[in-house]
Nanobody, 119 residues
């Protein structure tokens, strides 16, 4: 019933740009913190960027100044604008929805979208 569906990945040349989208359903989207994570073959999944329900953002040092996370609560969608892409950005990118309450933590993941940066 809860679904996070990523889109926008693909093949891009170094220095190029992509915008990823994650459309959420089955949750009260506006109350969740949202995030983007990535995982390259043989490596741990790592945080790329997060945005709280109030709009505060955080970024991994490796993407600061190049990536921008944003959200549109009316569309139940979170975005990741990726500029000045580098080969080391190549990974599967995963959307996350996260909510902490006094009772429990809610955590949901999408299936991922592949980003490949290569000439």
């Amino acid at each position: 019933q809860v679904q996070l569906v990523e889109s926008g990945g693909g093949l891009v040349q170094p220095g190029g740009s992509l915008r990823l989208s994650c459309a959420a359903s089955g949750i009260i989207f506006r109350v969740y913190a949202m995030g983007w994570y990535r995982q390259a073959p043989g490596k741990q999944r790592e945080l790329v960027a997060t945005i709280t329900s109030g709009g505060s953002t955080n970024y991994a040092d490796s993407v600061k100044g190049r990536f921008t996370i944003s959200r549109d609560n009316a569309k139940n969608t979170v975005y990741l604008q990726m500029n000045s892409l580098k080969p080391e950005d190549t990974a599967g990118y995963y959307c996350n929805a996260h909510l902490i309450t006094l009772v429990r933590t809610y955590d949901y993941w999408g299936q991922g979208t592949q980003v490949t940066v290569s000439s």
